[in-house]
Nanobody, 120 residues
Framework: QVQLVESGGGLVQAGGSLRLSCAAS????????MGWYRQAPGKQREFVAT???????NYADSVKGRFTISRDNAKNTVYLQMDSLKSEDTAVYYC??????????????WGQGTQVTVAA
């Protein structure tokens, strides 16, 4: 079993900042890419940012220049620093990990989500 647990969500005023964390635990041999996705009410889940084990990053156009993804491989943890937040960033944010288990089977795991609400 592999668990991904997000934390750091909350309510913030527009223009403010939040830092999300996602810690992976369980039967992990290696984690390849880790990423963040979000789902706003009435909308489909969308890509926010990803980071490879080597540190290469990719961002959605809507968050470029405002959000920064990083990871600590020793802690199996990925972070999302969100600055200059806008009301349209309001969503449930989900962590994703491309995990290789201790039985060397690839798997795609999701966290339970953390709510981010940006007040205008």
């Amino acid at each position: 079993q592999v668990q991904l647990v997000e934390s750091g969500g909350g309510l913030v005023q527009a223009g403010g900042s939040l830092r999300l964390s996602c810690a992976a635990s369980g039967s992990i041999y290696r984690i390849n890419a880790m990423g963040w996705y979000r789902q706003a009410p009435g909308k489909q889940r969308e890509f926010v940012a990803t980071i490879t084990s080597g540190g290469s990053t990719n961002y959605a156009d809507s968050v470029k220049g405002r959000f920064t993804i990083s990871r600590d491989n020793a802690k199996n943890t990925v972070y999302l620093q969100m600055d200059s937040l806008k009301s349209e960033d309001t969503a449930v944010y989900y962590c994703n990990g491309a995990v290789v288990s201790t039985t060397f089977l690839p798997r795609n795991d999701w966290g339970q989500g953390t709510q981010v609400t940006v007040a205008a």
